[in-house]
């Protein structure tokens, strides 16, 4: 009897170590993940530079929906979107050519560079309400706060 409950006990102490060694640890970098979808975020800069509208009513924006793994937007006039891929344990994003009205507009050049800065983009981060969009590790290609 003496002989089971201490197999018993060595039993129990090695699936309690074994269950703590075989965790993995949790990085600061996946604590802190911010789910960026399901929400509207707003441009205000692209290429570091703050983004000066004709019309600042019609400020470009996109949205992440996870259902069908599609973003919408605007950008400004014209309509933009397509489908995405986004590891955010990783902070990874990869936007793909989608479809676009072609309305000419004011605000033209700042409507192409914001397409141009998402199909770009391969990775983000996110301070507070601020979303960067980068690509590799050169300077932030564009910035949006939510909106």
């Known amino acids: 009897m003496k002989k089971t409950i201490i197999f018993c006990y060595s039993i129990v102490t090695?699936?309690?170590?074994?269950?703590?060694?075989?965790?993995?640890?949790?990085?600061?970098?996946?604590?802190?993940?911010?789910?960026?979808?399901?929400?509207?975020?707003?441009?205000?800069?692209?290429?570091?530079?703050?983004?000066?509208?004709?019309?600042?009513?019609?400020?470009?924006?996109?949205?992440?929906?996870?259902?069908?793994?599609?973003?919408?937007?605007?950008?400004?006039?014209?309509?933009?979107?397509?489908?995405?891929?986004?590891?955010?344990n990783v902070m990874r994003i990869k936007f793909n050519q989608g479809m676009s009205t072609m309305i000419a507009c004011d605000d033209l050049e700042t409507e192409r560079s914001f397409v141009q800065a998402l199909l770009a983009a391969d990775n983000y981060s996110v301070n507070g309400n601020i979303l960067t969009l980068n690509k590799a590790k050169m300077a932030p290609l564009a910035k949006f706060v939510l909106r």
């Not at 993995?24 to 983004?51: M, Y």
Request: glycine letters at 10%.
């Open 14 to 88: 090695m699936a309690f170590i074994i269950s703590c060694i075989s965790k993995p640890a949790v990085s600061d970098s996946t604590q802190n993940v911010v789910d960026i979808t399901g929400k509207t975020w707003k441009l205000t800069e692209l290429n570091g530079q703050p983004i000066t509208l004709k019309n600042p009513e019609a400020n470009p924006y996109f949205k992440l929906n996870t259902s069908d793994m599609r973003y919408e937007g605007h950008g400004g006039f014209n309509g933009v979107g397509g489908t995405y891929e986004l590891k955010s």
